[in-house]
């Protein structure tokens, strides 16, 4: 290929973004913007990844960011194949003999597990899949959450743990104007789980909740925050550490935990409880594989390693902490998808800057990574617009010294029909807005944004409608 006018339709190299969450929508908008076509698959019917299936529903100011999704929508030279999959319905090397360039924007749909005894008992979760489950995602609607327990326990201490024991203690006034999915709304209405206790494995100034999060605690409806202030002492190196390295947000936290430690209890029905320096040794429960009743964990103290960093050491001081709900959130990784390229022992698609590569580090001629699949689950969602920068600036430079992938199909029509013969329950995006048109039409009513369509034969059958209601 000879130099690539970047506004010449003609000409326009072809691009096709495997993932429409919000790092694939950001890239989609900036190879737009740099003269590529581009086709954005998604697993799933509709867009959006986590923005519509992570996001928690009382957070709609956050999820309105699909706006700016929408002005790319609307854009020439794009289109949205939902529900075809890579690995099920496409294979990567299919993709490559039909673009100059593959981006992967998958996510990391998978969560980190704990390796102890007891994890696989009835009543232990994921929040990866508790969070889909309450987002109405096709793939985790059908999950059974037993909230027939007074007291639930959340590992982890960042924003998807805070997000998960909020929704958990949500009174029913505060849920009835999101998005929640209904069976879930219908189960958190009647849950008897009274009380949520967030485990933090490092001590309080090493929680990676960020200020708002932590202190939009205070402003539940019916449910009150305790923090023993004993647990805020902060040792020595983590004292040194807040007062001399930590950023704005770790000191902010650890003030924003004083005032809950020291504030007057608040007259609540439900309460969540942070407790910090204990890691999960087992989870107990009935008999060998029974239900969780329990869970033992071990009390630590914080030591600074020689890399620098400040990490929790068990003391060997024990202590069993009942409950009947045990929800691991401690973070996510990514799975390996069809073949391409995986780096096993961090959960990502091989790549050096957003290139995806060999194990030797030589770059995979015309594959490309974006988002959380490229650099590990971290940050907001803006932070995505940035990482897909990066890797479309790579891609700019590849198509500049004529370096991309050379596809031997290239007809745009011919590639539609494919993706139509192999998934014939594929959505276009005509069709996600009749989804869109009809799930905003039913939420209405009841002064909700949405009532979201939770299996992929409604989605798909309502993307067949010819009017938008
Ligand atoms: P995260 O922020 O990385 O937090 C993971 C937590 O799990 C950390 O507290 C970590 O402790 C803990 N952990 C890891 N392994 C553990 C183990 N074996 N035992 C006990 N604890 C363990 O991940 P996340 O909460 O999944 O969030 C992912 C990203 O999405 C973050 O960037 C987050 O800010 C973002 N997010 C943002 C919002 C929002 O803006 N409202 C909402 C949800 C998520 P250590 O620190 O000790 O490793």
């Known amino acids: 290929m000879t130099d690539i006018a970047p506004d010449s339709a003609a000409t326009a190299p072809r691009a096709v973004i495997v993932g429409a969450?919000?790092?694939?929508?950001?890239?989609?908008?900036?190879?737009?913007?740099a003269g590529f076509e581009?086709?954005?698959?998604?697993?799933?019917?509709?867009?959006?990844?986590?923005v519509r299936a992570g996001v928690a529903p009382d957070h709609p100011k956050i999820k309105s960011v699909t706006r700016?999704?929408?002005?790319?929508?609307?854009?020439?030279?794009?289109?949205?194949?939902?529900?075809?999959?890579?690995?099920e319905h496409v294979t990567r090397a299919e993709l490559l003999e039909r673009y100059d360039v593959v981006v992967y924007a998958l996510g990391t749909s998978d969560d980190n597990r704990l390796g102890i005894p007891g994890e696989d008992r009835p009543g232990v979760h994921g929040a990866t899949q508790f969070v889909s489950w309450y987002n109405g995602h096709p793939d985790a609607s059908d999950h059974a959450y037993n909230l027939d327990v007074e007291r639930a326990v959340v590992i982890g201490n960042g924003n998807v743990a805070i997000d998960v024991a909020r929704m958990l203690v949500l009174d029913a006034s505060e849920l009835a104007p999101t998005d929640t999915a209904d069976h879930a709304i219908e189960a958190f209405t009647n849950s008897k789980v009274q009380e949520v206790v967030l485990l933090g494995r490092r001590g309080p100034a090493q929680a990676a909740f960020t200020n708002p999060e932590l202190r939009e605690l205070a402003d539940l409806e019916r449910a009150g925050v305790e923090v023993d202030i004993t647990d805020l002492e902060l040792d020595e190196a983590s004292a040194t550490w807040l007062e001399t390295e930590a950023d704005a947000t770790a000191k902010r936290n650890v003030e924003l935990l004083r005032d809950y430690a020291a504030a007057s209890p608040k007259n609540a029905s439900h309460k969540i409880v942070l407790k910090f320096l204990r890691s999960p040794v087992e989870i107990l429960g009935e008999g060998e594989d029974g239900d969780v009743t329990a869970i033992k964990v071990v009390r630590n103290e914080i030591r600074r390693g020689d890399d620098g960093r400040l990490s929790a050491v068990a003391t060997g001081d024990e202590e069993i902490i009942e409950c009947g709900l045990v929800l691991r959130s401690i973070g996510y990784r990514g799975k390996p998808v069809d073949d391409v390229p995986f780096d096993e022992r961090r959960g990502l698609i091989r790549n050096v800057g957003g290139r995806v590569s060999a194990e030797s580090g030589d770059a995979h001629t015309g594959e490309y990574v974006v988002?959380?699949?490229?650099?590990g689950p971290s940050g907001v969602i803006g932070t995505n617009k940035k990482d897909s920068a990066d890797t479309v600036a790579k891609i700019v430079e590849d198509r500049d010294a004529n370096a991309l992938n050379t596809p031997s199909i290239t007809d745009p029509d011919a590639i539609a029909a494919f993706y139509a013969q192999r998934a014939p329950e594929s959505v276009t995006w005509a069709g996600w807005e009749a989804i869109d048109a009809?799930?905003?039409?039913?939420?209405?009513?009841?002064?909700?944004?949405?009532?979201k369509l939770v299996r992929v034969a409604d989605l798909v059958e309502r993307s067949r409608a010819t009017t938008a209601s």
């Open 21 to 33: 969450g919000p790092s694939g929508f950001y890239c989609a908008d900036q190879l737009l913007g």
């Open 371 to 375: 988002g959380w699949i490229k650099r």
């Open 38 to 50: 581009v086709d954005v698959l998604d697993a799933l019917p509709t867009p959006f990844g986590l």
């Open 438 to 451: 009809h799930e905003k039409a039913s939420g209405e009513p009841h002064g909700r944004p949405r009532v």
């Open 68 to 87: 700016v999704y929408e002005k790319t929508a609307r854009k020439d030279g794009f289109r949205f194949f939902g529900g075809v999959s890579l690995g």
